[in-house]
T-cell receptor, first 114, second 108 residues
Framework: NAGVTQTPKFQVLKTGQSMTLQCAQD?????MYWYRQDPGMGLRLIYYSASEGTTDKGEVPNGYNVSRLNKREFSLRLESAAPSQTSVYFC?????????????FGPGTRLTVL | GQSLEQPSEVTAVEGAIVQINCTYQTSGFYGLSWYQQHDGGAPTFLSY????GLEETGRFSSFLSRSDSYGYLLLQELQMKDSASYFC?????????FGQGTELSVKP
């Protein structure tokens, strides 16, 4: 099992450009999440999908859109990148529901916006 | 609002015991988790407490007091490989709210 995979691993954009970050999981998890992590900071939730067909905003959704393409895939789109979106982006998945909601994280995408 | 507080840095020596505290303020609480992150890599799950008390998993233990909105992670017999960032996270509804992390440095 690959677990949670993310593409690309690194990306440099110019201000105003758009891009989509891809995430896929092979654990048959119901819930998926997108976080950003800035230097010396914790993980801040951008959007999440509790189950296929649903998406909800997290703490910092402005400037982002998401698509839960199917149970495996959850993409994050930046329509018009800004330097403030320079960050490391992590995708995660979990079974959802009760219990610990243990989340499994991908390796991250390191994004720089110039 | 929702907030979690944990120390930004902790230093300890190899073989010692270290405790990382976490206090939280949230609307809707279902449990407290701990995650480890090495050098900006993928965070990994360590433990989860839904009820008051101590949970032990090998060298790591986690404690929760819901009445005090407080928990801690206890690392025993510290090893150099334990140098990492440790995050507490509150389960609130279907999502996790993370603290800003504690960077643990283990010295020889």
């Amino acid at each position: 099992n690959a677990g949670v995979t993310q593409t690309p691993k690194f990306q440099v954009l110019k201000t105003g450009q758009s891009m989509t970050l891809q995430c896929a999981q092979d654990m048959n998890h119901n819930s998926m999440y997108w976080y950003r992590q800035d230097p010396g900071m914790g993980l801040r939730l951008i959007y999440y999908s509790a189950s296929e067909g649903t998406t909800d905003k997290g703490e910092v959704p402005n400037g982002y859109n998401v698509s839960r393409l199917n149970k495996r895939e959850f993409s994050l789109r930046l329509e018009s990148a800004a330097p403030s979106q320079t960050s490391v982006y992590f995708c995660a998945s979990s079974e959802g529901g009760g219990g610990s909601n243990e989340q499994f994280f991908g390796p991250g995408t390191r994004l720089t916006v110039l | 609002g929702q907030s979690l507080e944990q120390p930004s840095e902790v230093t300890a020596v190899e073989g010692a015991i270290v405790q990382i505290n976490c206090t939280y303020q949230t609307s809707g609480f279902y449990g407290l988790s701990w995650y480890q992150q090495h050098d900006g890599g993928a965070p990994t799950f360590l433990s989860y407490n839904a009820l008051d008390g101590l949970e032990e998993t090998g060298r790591f233990s986690s404690f929760l007091s819901r009445s005090d909105s407080y928990g801690y992670l206890l690392l025993q017999e510290l090893q150099m490989k334990d140098s990492a960032s440790y995050f507490c996270a509150v389960k609130s509804g279907g999502k996790l709210i993370f603290g800003q992390g504690t960077e643990l440095s283990v010295k020889p």
